[in-house]
């Protein structure tokens, strides 16, 4: 096992991947199994335990927690507002960072509505609706960005929820969010995000207007480019067409060009420097006579 100290946090990690899966082996067979689960504080922990028992290849045997699946959902629903354990960290080392990442409330909904949807038994509806219900608000407040349901509004629409009135409301609410943000590129992959989830969330005029900003938009944002990263370029030549396709704009032509300024970005970058004695600066070469630099500097001298 390795650790290491960053900051004011000390990382941990199973060098050795067999240990890992002993470990795994040991918790999940254990007879204070029940008693672990509900003593869990942070969410990632209740969704490791579900993420076990839902894989559909399983790498340890989940026998016993199969028989306490019921309470990992509670787990989880007790757990939804807990803060997030995760961190990111970034950095080359020695000077690495760590970075401690937000929940995303969207996110752990839908893995709550996945864990829910896995046990037949259960029926937790009211809870769900109440949750959907609390998002909204949020989004129409304006507290929590649109972005964060890339992912999980998919995940919720798969296992039914956007079906319910307040899940049609949830989406009503980010649709109006997202068609009064479409100043940049984010806002342009959040409306995506949702008409990708719902497909018909946007039909008609909307849409049809929806498709002519965005023409328009990638034009300028091709125009006011002023990356000077091949990567970035690229990445947002990427994130242009992907927000194209769903929308069925045309931006070949925009993506075509940010690659090719990237290239020429790259192309400049990989020019030999010259050496100062090889530089051409136009004139004469020809080397100063003592005399031509005495003419010089004479008024230097005392």
């Not at 309470?71 to 757990?79: H, I, P, S, T």
């Amino acid at each position: 096992m390795a650790t290491r100290k960053i900051q004011g946090f000390v990382l941990v990690r199973f060098q050795n991947p067999p240990i890992l899966d002993f470990m795994q082996s040991l918790l999940l067979a254990g007879e204070q199994l029940s008693e672990i689960i509900e003593s869990l504080v942070f969410f990632e922990q209740s969704q490791w335990f579900m993420t076990t028992l839902i894989d559909d290849r399983p790498r340890v045997s989940i026998t016993v927690l199969s028989s306490h699946a019921h309470k990992v959902v509670d787990a989880m629903m007790a757990l939804i507002d807990a803060v997030s354990c995760t961190v990111h960290v970034s950095g080359d080392h020695p000077s690495h960072r760590v970075l401690p990442q937000c929940a995303n409330p969207a996110g752990r909904l839908a893995s709550v509505a996945l864990a829910v949807a896995s046990q037949s038994e259960r029926n937790d509806a009211a809870w769900i609706e109440a949750r959907l219900s609390e998002l909204s608000a949020r989004v129409e407040a304006g507290t929590i960005s649109p972005s964060i349901f890339d992912g999980p509004l998919r995940e919720l629409a798969n296992v039914g929820c956007l079906s319910s009135d307040s899940g049609k409301h949830l989406v009503s609410a980010i649709k109006q969010r997202v068609l009064t943000d479409l100043d940049e590129l984010d806002g342009f992959e959040a409306l995506g995000n949702l008409i990708s989830a719902v497909p018909n969330s946007l039909v008609g005029a909307e849409l049809e207007s929806a498709r002519q900003v965005y023409a328009k938009f990638a034009e300028r944002f091709v125009e006011d480019c002023d990356s000077d990263n091949p990567d970035e370029i690229r990445s947002d030549a990427a994130r242009i067409g992907n927000v194209g396709e769903i929308l069925g704009v045309d931006t070949d032509t925009e993506q075509t060009t940010l690659r090719d300024f990237a290239s020429e970005i790259e192309s400049e970058n990989e020019k030999p420097w010259e050496d100062d004695d090889e530089r051409h600066w136009g004139g004469n070469a020809e080397e100063c006579l003592d005399r031509e630099l005495d003419s010089m500097f004479c008024t230097l001298k005392d």
